[in-house]
DNA sequence: AAGTGGCACAACCGCTCGGTA
DNA sequence: TTACCGAGCGGTTGTGCCACT
């Protein structure tokens, strides 16, 4: 059995007061991110380092972008899960703003069902048309489908070697894409920091 | 006004991965 | 080569809020 990442006892949990989060954020303007094992004692937080750097990185980072999703947002996150399945961290790399966390979350409780009501397996988007939803899918699926199949046009090919396996047998073509994913850092930089998927289409079966 | 059920989100837990001695 | 350690990731749980009855 492994030793805990951290000693235990004496250690917080639950929700962070003002102080702490104050703590935590001086620290790091101070001496920036580094070794989270190590920073609770020199912030003076009785936290873990994982609890640190979860409240870093989900909640007090200056350059979150917190509020609501917007529409192409929850469209690249469709089409993002459609090719690379539960890799929130990927997903979220391509999020300026957004964090793992974040677009689990609203994974969960936002778009699982949204296409759910769609008919559309929401594990593997593929359509299940078999029940009541068939109808309400013909009208309801115009965002599903302008977010998976946007890129159908030029068909993208995913050339990653962790991509979700796929069976080929639903109506919905194979999202075989190669998807080039950048750095986060250098998404920062983009313009805007509006998103950058770079999909290319790899010559293949379709 | 009080009770309750559902939703949204913050936080924790356990596992994996990559670096290193 | 292998064992250890820290960091990161994804799944799950806990809790507060809000709408509805």
Same mark, same amino acid.
């Given at each position: 059995m492994r030793k805990p990442c951290c000693e235990k006892k004496d250690t917080n949990k639950g929700a962070w007061s003002k102080q702490e989060d104050?703590?935590?954020?001086? #620290?790091?303007k101070k001496h920036g991110e580094g070794c989270w094992r190590s920073l609770p004692e020199a912030a003076g937080l009785l936290r873990c380092g994982k609890s640190c750097r979860l409240r870093w990185v989900? #909640?007090?980072?200056?350059d979150l972008k917190r509020g609501n999703f917007g529409e192409d947002e929850e469209d690249l996150i469709i089409k993002l899960h459609a090719l690379l399945g539960n890799r929130w961290s990927l997903i979220a790399g391509r %999020?300026?703003?957004? /964090?793992?966390? $974040?677009?689990?979350?609203?994974?969960? /409780?936002?778009?699982?069902?949204?296409?759910a009501q769609m008919g559309i397996d929401p594990n593997n988007h593929r359509l299940g048309l078999t029940h009541s939803s068939k109808s309400s899918f013909v009208s309801n699926s115009h965002s599903y489908n302008k977010a998976v199949n946007s890129e159908a046009d030029n068909f993208p090919v995913l050339n990653s070697t962790s991509v979700p396996e796929r069976n080929t047998s639903c109506s919905l073509p194979d %999202?075989?894409?190669?998807? /080039?994913? !950048? %750095?986060? $850092? @250098?998404?920062?930089?983009? @313009? !805007? !920091? @509006?998103?950058?998927?770079?999909?290319?289409?790899?010559? !293949? $079966?379709?």
């Open positions: 104050q703590k935590l954020i001086d #620290y790091i989900n #909640y007090l980072r200056p %999020l300026p703003g957004r /964090t793992d966390n $974040e677009v689990k979350n609203y994974w969960n /409780t936002h778009l699982k069902r949204k296409l %999202l075989n894409l190669d998807l /080039t994913i !950048g %750095l986060p $850092e @250098s998404m920062g930089k983009n @313009s !805007g !920091g @509006s998103p950058v998927l770079n999909f290319v289409h790899v010559a !293949g $079966e379709l």
